[in-house]
């Protein structure tokens, strides 16, 4: 029989603002690198043009003021329809809400002298339906994107000063929500900086001589302002919390020979590089053989080992996905992933796109994190990309996601069992939204139906899937009920 969760546990879903909102020109926002990222058909997608964007992308992207075929313009609308949109989320029992805010609708340049009071007032708003519902919000304050003017101005993340545009952004919105939200994370997926470089710190593939360099420039950089950003939380909102966030990938060495776990372990140690920094305050000695290896240098100043030090986070939240596969052998088949891939493992199923799919993984991946840190953990992402298709009666019978999350919902069950301390689950895009990866909506992650194609073509209307009643059951019963 399944057992409950503990009380309390915080049940919901995640989104993020670019994947999300759509207006992108409304409300006096600025343009953010998401809304510069066009859609690529599938035939056309390589590996590196869904995580890669060169100057003149860049540019024609600038040069088309109207929607274009840059999906995250558009998003699903929740722009106009967050109303509706969460009161569906209430209506399955929703104790917790991950959006983000969208620095560009607040400051449109960056570096704007007062913020965009409209920009403000559409999170107040959002913040107010929630409350409505006690729903509570959970807010990324960098998810995928930043205002584009950074990025022709300072060539995003490696530029210093991103650091105190970005406090400024963070005490400003913690200061205007203060009595709303008291759960917050940092930087989305911190790691993808490093596969996923425009993304996630706005640099422009053709544009940096040594790529390499600038990225752990650029992540430097990320983790004072991340640093800074929970000193100021602490400041401004007394009682609340403040996490990290990780694309967590569970990696197993394909064979018991000494060298394939060798290099897993490698492999899983430039992957807890980014909670080694944002929990225990400094960077890994291990890093330093491999920024020697790879002759990385980047600049730091002084004060900046203190930063990190003094304000670690409360908590840590990761993304997963999918489990990988390391070897030193001969390197077989790959399997796809969002932006990291690994070799194929025979044990294992996989998404309509490729994705392998690891229940166990997530269970293991909790140990982890927790024998290693010690600290609270959220599961801020988990879900099933898929094509929906009606039947005859007009409805969508997703039992597919439906297995896929039950059995992360079960192996969760088992890790806190085994003495993890577990604060919640948000499953990834309750409603479909535009996928990160590929921009497009034809891989569909919700419980919420939305009415258009990867064209933007439709009605927008938002129709009900089975798993909708069916994650309701799970959040009326704690978890009992899977
Ligand atoms: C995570 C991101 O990497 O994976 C999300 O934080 C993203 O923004 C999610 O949407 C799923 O990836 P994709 O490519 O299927 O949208």
Redesign the pocket.
Known sequence: MNKEFPKGFLWGGAT?AN?LEGGFNLGGKGLSTADMIPFIPKHERTSDNAVHITSQQFKDALNEKDYGIYPKRWGVDFYHRYKEDIALFAEMGFKVFRISISWARIFPNGDDSTPNEEGLAFYDDVFNELAKYNIEPLVTLS??EMPVSLVERFNGWTDRRLIDLFVHFAETVFTRYKNKVKYWLTF??IN?IALAPYNAGGLIHDRHENMQQAIYQALHHQFVASALAVKACRNIIPGAQIGCML?RLETYPETCNPLDVLKTLKEEQLNFFYTDVQVRGKYPNYMQRFFKENQISFVTEPGDEEILLENTVDFISF?Y?MSLVESTGPQGERASG??FSGLKNPYLESSEWGWQIDAIGLRITLNKLYDRYQVPLFVV?NGL?AIDKFNDQGEIEDDYRIDYLRKHIIQMREAIEDGVELMGYTS??PIDII????SEIS?RYGFIYVDIDDSGQGTFDRRKKKSFYWYKKVIESNGKNL
Do not use: D, F, I, M
Not at 435 to 438: F, K, L, W, Y
């Open positions: 993020a994947q998810h995928y989305n997926e993808a694309a993304s996905y969002n932006l992402e990309g990834w895009g996928s990160v990866s590929t891989k």
